[in-house]
């Protein structure tokens, strides 16, 4: 539960800043807080830029908020009363892929951790400033609207890609001797989101945000390691037609005609 002694500093009115974006409407965002300072000092900093803010205090509230209209992002305290915000992530993930950005007084390192594996894209920690906010919702809603991967599209159970066969439900990838080869369960994640997505250059922070509850610590470095590892299990050491193309300065594309089942 929020307290006065976490409260965001008043942004400055002589500071204005607006963001933009490509479509007419700008991206809805709910913030949810008990604490009735923290959701208007929250929504004053997001409307200031631009953003359009509505305000619950539980998860009711929120549920009238998505049902209402679209939402491009949920700020979600982790100390709600009654059902947590821990909790509220998880039955979020159950019927939607609405970023969420996690927030907390405690200084825990279990919650972050829960927070991620639960499905939450990033997590703040109160006391906080302005810039931190702003920087963190830009860097999360400029992910989730990156045109080269569509969020929903379910996968396939097969694919079949230069003699290679992955079974996504059995997680199985099979090489083209029959032998199955073993996978990291980040390598796996990995592997399916570029066969998932072919011929589509997939930028490093996709493939952080797509990969980071598999990771400690995930960087554009353990992305760079993660593929390195990949190639390495798919014997794709080829300069010419790789099988994993590298969009240097970018990010990677799996670069060969896949079927699917």
Known sequence: MGGSNTLLQLPSRNQPITDTWPSAFPPHIVVVDDDAGVRTLLARILRECGYSVT???????????????QVDLVLLDIMLPGESGLEICGMIRTR?????????????????????????????AKPFGRSE????????????????????????????????????????L???????????????????????????????????????SRIGAPTDRSVDVLISRLRRKLGD?????PIIRTIRGVGYMLAVPIQTD
């Open 55 to 69: 305000g619950a205090a539980s998860a009711r509230e929120l549920d009238a908020a998505m049902g209402e209209r």
């Open 96 to 124: 939607s892929r609405v970023p969420i950005i996690m927030i907390s007084a405690r200084r825990d390192e279990g919650d972050k951790v829960a927070g991620l594996d639960l499905g939450a894209d990033d997590y703040i």
């Open 133 to 172: 906010v702003l920087a963190r919702v830009r860097a999360v809603l400029r992910r989730v609207s990156d045109p080269h991967v569509p969020l929903d599209i379910p996968a396939p159970e097969q694919f079949d890609f230069a003699g290679w066969r992955y079974h996504s439900r059995r997680l199985e």
């Open 174 to 212: 099979i090489a083209p001797s029959g032998a199955e080869v073993e996978l990291t369960a980040a390598e796996h994640d990995l592997l399916v989101t570029l066969l998932r997505y072919p011929q589509r250059m997939i930028s490093r922070e996709r493939l952080i945000e797509m990969t980071r």
């Open 237 to 241: 050491s080829r300069k010419s037609r």
